[in-house]
């Protein structure tokens, strides 16, 4: 069987309705795995599983905020319980504010962090439990460059892919016994919802594009062909590690 393929697969995808969570799911599904995609509008998770169907592939959408730890629990037992079982989780749902430090409220830090990092771990948990029941499984989380090196006015979303990055690999070291595997992709600038207020500053685009020593930015399905490596057999042997897809922006 080819190592990159998904077949017979159940893969749940957070923050799937919109940017680089609706290309990764529509990639995985390519692959041949199943596709749970997870989100808080479902008017787009509906858009997404139609083009995934259409394209002959099998999905669900499931509504989650990752910020409500009970309703993952919920979504990820009702998704266990249509597909049978859960090998692929990719979390990837994530906010960004940009913000001074010194203007950082109480409420920014919160958003950030239990989006981006306290949802992450509680989905991870959640799925990890299905996952040894059957066998093992893949995670792969979505760091970004700056998990490594830091920007400035990002001190909330730098403190949590920083945290990203770090229990990628104490999860990897933890959870190896149970045949899960648990890595990231850590990503450069990708034009999405989320990048558009500084890449439309032309300004700004340049300053982002003159650290990139490829000199551009990255594709959408850049990162999702990395992600389909890290979750499928051909990265058998690999846990723990944090993948740049980044251009060589992390070489200097
Ligand atoms: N774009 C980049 O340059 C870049 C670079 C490195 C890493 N990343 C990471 O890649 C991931 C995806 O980013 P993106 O660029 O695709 O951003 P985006 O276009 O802004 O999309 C963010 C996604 O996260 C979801 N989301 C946000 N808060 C959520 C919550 N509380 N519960 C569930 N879903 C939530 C959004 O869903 P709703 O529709 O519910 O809002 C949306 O699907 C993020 O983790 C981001 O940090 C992005």
């Not at 509008?41 to 959408?61: F, N, T």
């Not at 990002?154 to 016994?177: D, I, N």
């Amino acid at each position: 069987m080819d190592a990159f393929r998904l077949d017979g697969k159940v893969a749940i995808v957070t923050g799937a309705g919109r940017g680089l969570g609706r290309g990764i799911a529509a990639r995985l599904a390519r692959a041949g795995a199943d596709l749970v995609v997870t989100g808080r509008v479902l008017g787009a998770l509906d858009a997404v599983r139609r083009e995934i169907e259409e394209a002959g592939g099998h999905c669900l959408a499931v509504e989650l905020d990752v910020r409500d730890v009970p309703a993952i629990g919920r979504a990820v037992a009702a998704a266990a319980a249509e597909l049978g079982r859960i090998d692929i989780l990719v979390n990837n749902a994530g906010v960004n504010i940009r913000s001074p430090a010194l203007e950082v409220t109480e409420e920014e830090w919160d958003q950030v962090l239990d989006t981006n990092l306290k949802g992450l771990f509680f989905c991870s948990q959640a799925a990890a439990r299905v996952m040894m029941r059957t066998g093992g499984g893949a995670i792969v989380n979505l760091a970004s460059t700056m998990s490594v090196v830091a920007l400035e006015h990002r001190a909330t979303y730098c403190s949590s892919k920083g945290g990203v990055a770090l229990l990628t690999k104490q999860l990897a070291l933890e959870w190896a016994p149970h045949h899960i595997r648990v890595n990231a992709v850590a990503p450069t600038f990708v034009e999405t919802d989320m990048t558009v207020p500084v890449l439309r500053d032309p300004d700004a685009r340049q300053k982002v594009i003159s650290r990139i020593p490829l000199g551009r930015t990255v594709e959408v399905d850049e990162v999702a062909r990395a992600v389909l490596f890290l979750a499928s057999p051909a990265a058998s042997a690999i846990t723990g590690v944090v993948l740049p897809v980044d251009g060589g922006y992390l070489t200097q």
